[in-house]
């Protein structure tokens, strides 16, 4: 006669049983009428230990560790950019660029035929696709396509990592599955085919200003002194300027739609020959950008006008004759409108002025205005100004990890070391400065006698 098998040993936690089976212990329980079956692994104290876990979670009313939700890509990733819209309140242009970097994981998803949950998600799969996926740069169907740089691939990756931990956390993912995107040699990614950063010296500087017209020249006599982002320079309003003593304040304007690029505020020292310059950008305005567009710089003011106060309430008056219920894009782009009746110069049209004069001078490489900041936070670098210092100046966020760290947060750096230390790196190019200050004298007598 044959043997029966040997039924299998359970032992009991609670609520909660685990039983050896095939070299391995499982987790049995009951849960909201499901039976749940748990492979944990070779050894029983793990088991054990689970199953107690388990056991307490389940005896207070809360939902088991090991409960997940499935969810199909397109779905999560219609989660995650609500989180960012809704909870988090991301800019809407951060989730614009998280949608378009999701975007690829959901052309990898429709035109791959094997199916698999997202734990199981082939990244080295992915990664080559994206290797090998071409784009068009600036998103308009009629521009030349190109395979992605490696910043954008690895940006891409960032995003989708974030994505499967916010699965993680929202249970979407099975019990104790790790991040797939978390297994990739992220040390090893670098971006070797990058566009290289060009920095000004004092000859290329001095170049730049002899070849500028006077529009031109203001806008980036400005930012190359102040180390300004471009947007930050196109929402600079009148009152934004300390005249009297001579600084910048970087500010949001939450009101009017835009914020600065880390959220704080910063204040900036501007020696007195860019003072000359804002005096000249001002005109005889009062209120409004200081920077408007050159179309308005000669001919008739802009149609809106007004301190920042004056434009936010005539922001909230269009925003509500298009109803109640915007969305936060809609409500942007009546904000967009409001700059650009208050006669706001364009980043396009700053950068588009860098092309021209950079090709002009010898250097159609250089392509970016940021090189500006670039050229100056380097500039202070050679003046051996204090680290402190450069990262209030230049508005770069405070970390932990990285730089001054805790000893930055318990540092207070008075103004006048602030501006003394700036100065003095400024006029490190003495000449560039000089030639600048001229070109402007030159375009004010120009203008006195025409």
């Not at 734990?119 to 395979?147: D, M, S, W």
Request: with cysteine; hydrophobic share 40%; proline share 6%.
């Amino acid at each position: 006669m044959s043997r029966k098998p040997a039924r299998r040993k359970r032992l009991r936690i609670g609520r909660v049983s685990i039983y050896h089976h095939h070299g391995a212990w499982w987790l049995y329980y009951r849960e909201n009428g499901r039976a749940i079956r748990l492979k944990v692994g070779p050894d029983q104290i793990p088991a054990e230990e689970l199953a107690g876990q388990t056991h307490a979670r389940l005896a207070l009313g809360a939902p088991s560790p090991h409960i997940f939700q499935p969810i199909s890509v397109v779905e999560l990733i219609l989660k995650f950019l609500q989180d960012h819209e809704l909870v988090r309140k991301s800019s809407v242009n951060t989730i614009r660029r998280y949608r378009a970097a999701l975007q690829h994981l959901i052309n990898f998803v429709e035109c791959n035929t094997k199916r698999f949950g997202l734990h199981e998600f082939p990244v080295e799969a992915f990664v080559a696709y994206l290797r090998q996926a071409e784009i068009t740069p600036n998103g308009h169907a009629n521009t030349a396509k190109r395979r992605l740089r490696d910043k954008g691939l690895l940006f891409i990756l960032e995003v989708c990592r974030s994505l499967l931990g916010y699965a993680i956390q929202q249970r979407h993912l099975p019990p104790y599955s790790a991040n797939p995107f978390a297994r990739l040699p992220w040390d090893k990614f670098s971006a070797e085919d990058k566009k290289p950063i060009f920095v000004f010296d004092e000859s290329t500087e001095v170049a730049f200003w002899q070849a500028a017209d006077l529009w031109s020249l203001l806008i980036h006599l400005i930012l190359a002194k102040t180390g300004l982002r471009v947007g930050e320079l196109a929402h600079l309003l009148i009152e934004d300027v300390e005249w009297a003593t001579g600084w910048l304040v970087v500010r949001n304007k939450p009101g009017l739609g835009w914020r600065v690029k880390t959220g704080q505020q910063r204040k900036v020292p501007v020696l007195p020959e860019i003072m000359v310059a804002l005096q000249i950008a001002r005109a005889a305005r009062t209120a409004g950008p200081v920077l408007v567009r050159q179309k308005f710089v000669n001919g008739p003011g802009p149609p809106l006008t007004g301190t920042l106060q004056d434009l936010e309430k005539v922001c909230q008056h269009r925003q509500r004759q298009l109803g109640s219920s915007l969305s936060r894009r809609q409500e942007l782009d009546v904000a967009r409108q409001v700059w650009r009746d208050a006669g706001a110069v364009k980043a396009d049209s700053i950068r588009q002025t860098f092309i021209r004069i950079m090709r002009s001078i010898g250097h159609p490489e250089a392509t970016c205005p940021k090189s500006w900041r670039h050229s100056f936070a380097t500039l202070l670098q050679d003046a051996n100004v204090d680290p402190l210092i450069r990262q209030i100046t230049i508005g770069h966020r405070p970390s932990l990890q990285h730089g001054l760290g805790m000893t930055g947060a318990y540092t207070h750096t008075r103004p006048e070391t602030q501006r003394q230390q700036i100065e003095a790196a400024l006029r490190l190019w003495s000449n560039s400065l000089a030639i600048a200050h001229q070109r402007l004298q030159a375009f004010q007598k120009q203008h006195a006698t025409s």
